[in-house]
């Protein structure tokens, strides 16, 4: 861990400072010259420039939260689970699994034609859903939308993959958040809180905050809590879906207990002795004991882990491999031969689509792991033999 003078408190950092953008560096440095974070800023190994908020900080605050450090994706998040099937019982094509997959789960802006939970999937969803009534009329039209695609995937960095642990266990692992409701939650309070006189000296307005006690505070929460739990939902729909799939293939096929984990929200959590906000925007909660997420790219796997509850993460760890570069930068520099060559062995999309998610555009996720070894344990390594993305 390395210590940065900060303006009102200090960053630490788990990973070198001359491997931080100096944009992202800024970024950290305005964040840590808000006078409502508590002790220090924690910023995680796979830290990278993020829009509003440096994307792999934590950020604890004192009767005050900042949209921005949340991000537009609220609780997005990952969820895994490990299957009684082995490698012997995959096919040797995958290209018929990853294509019945893609006809479960609509991928990029696509949507259900109509609500794919039920019953089976919970059992409170009037209740879920009478919330929505409550959130703010700016996404009041959009009720039918975020209907439908919930259970849907996504675009950008989410995927869908099928993994392989070093025991040769088969997974299924997912990454996605609370869709375009969720976004559009996120850009209505972010731009309220521009507007709010407290911020007017900050030194960037990107990282306005809601106070304690003011009307605008109890509406984000409420749309914040809302939204985190859309996204948890939308995951374990997905994931149910993708089981379906399997089911139909794999009549004896079983399921371990889900792992589910958000990596960009809000929690109410007690540290150095105050109850406090903390903003997670790519991050995990890695309590003691804490079962975790943290994915690689689309061509390297990802890693199952366990919290070891720091307190000097505030309790937390990476979210992922997290970016060396931006996506146009990703787009100029590499073809389509370097993602068929960088994605070898794994049944996915190999077009210029999805050029800016190559490996290489992304952080070696071996060392990112090996930066946080006193914040999380590794409980398995797997790697993806089919990967699904919008």
């Not at 900042?66 to 040797?92: K, Y």
């Not at 859903?129 to 039918?144: I, Q, S």
């Not at 309220?192 to 984000?220: I, K, W």
């Not at 007690?270 to 903003?279: A, I, N």
Request: glycine content about 8%; proline content about 4%; charged content about 25%.
């Amino acid at each position: 861990m390395t210590t940065v003078p900060g303006k009102h408190v200090d960053i630490k950092m788990w990973t070198r400072v001359d491997e931080v953008e100096p944009a992202a560096l800024q970024q950290l440095r305005n964040i840590s010259a808000l006078p409502w974070v508590v002790k220090h800023v924690a910023v995680m190994p796979d830290v990278h420039l993020g829009k509003g908020a440096t994307v792999g900080s934590v950020i604890a605050m004192k009767d005050a939260v900042s949209p921005a450090a949340v991000g537009v994706d609220i609780g997005c998040g990952m969820t895994a689970v490990r299957t009684s099937l082995t490698a012997n019982d995959l096919p040797g094509d995958l290209a018929g699994i990853r294509s019945e997959i893609e006809k479960a789960v609509p991928v990029g802006f696509g949507a259900h034609k109509e609500a794919a939970f039920g019953e089976r999937d919970a059992g409170d969803w009037k209740q879920f859903w009478a919330r929505f009534e409550d959130l703010t009329p700016a996404v009041k039209a959009r009720a039918e939308r975020a209907v439908n695609q919930l259970g849907t995937l996504g675009g950008g960095n989410h995927f869908i993959e099928v993994c392989l642990d070093t025991s040769k266990r088969v997974w299924v692992m997912l990454h996605s958040g609370s869709r375009n409701i969720g976004n559009e939650l996120a850009q209505h309070h972010i731009a309220v809180a521009r507007t709010l006189a407290h911020n007017e000296e900050l030194p960037d307005r990107e990282l306005a905050v809601f106070l304690a006690g003011t009307p605008e505070m109890a509406s984000y929460r409420h749309d914040l809590y809302w939204a985190q739990e859309y996204a948890r939902r939308n995951r374990s729909v997905m994931l149910r879906l993708i089981s379906d799939v399997l089911r139909k293939r794999y009549k004896h096929v079983r399921f371990d207990e889900p792992i589910s984990c958000h990596h960009n929200y809000v929690a109410e959590e007690k540290h150095f002795g105050e109850d406090v906000l903390v903003t997670r925007k790519g991050a995990i909660r890695a309590g003691n004991g804490d079962l975790g997420i943290i994915p690689g790219s689309m061509g390297t796997g990802s890693y199952i882990v366990r919290g070891l509850g720091n307190p000097d993460s505030f309790e937390s760890a990476s979210h992922g491999a997290g970016r060396r570069m931006s996506r146009t930068k990703a787009r100029k520099m590499f073809k389509r031969t370097d993602l068929i060559e960088q994605t070898k062995g794994v049944e996915c999309r190999k077009d210029t689509g999805v050029i800016d998610e190559i490996p290489s555009a992304y952080k070696d996720i071996n060392e990112v792991i090996a930066n946080q070894a006193d914040l999380v344990e590794v409980v398995a390594k797997l790697k993806q033999v089919i990967c699904v993305k919008g």
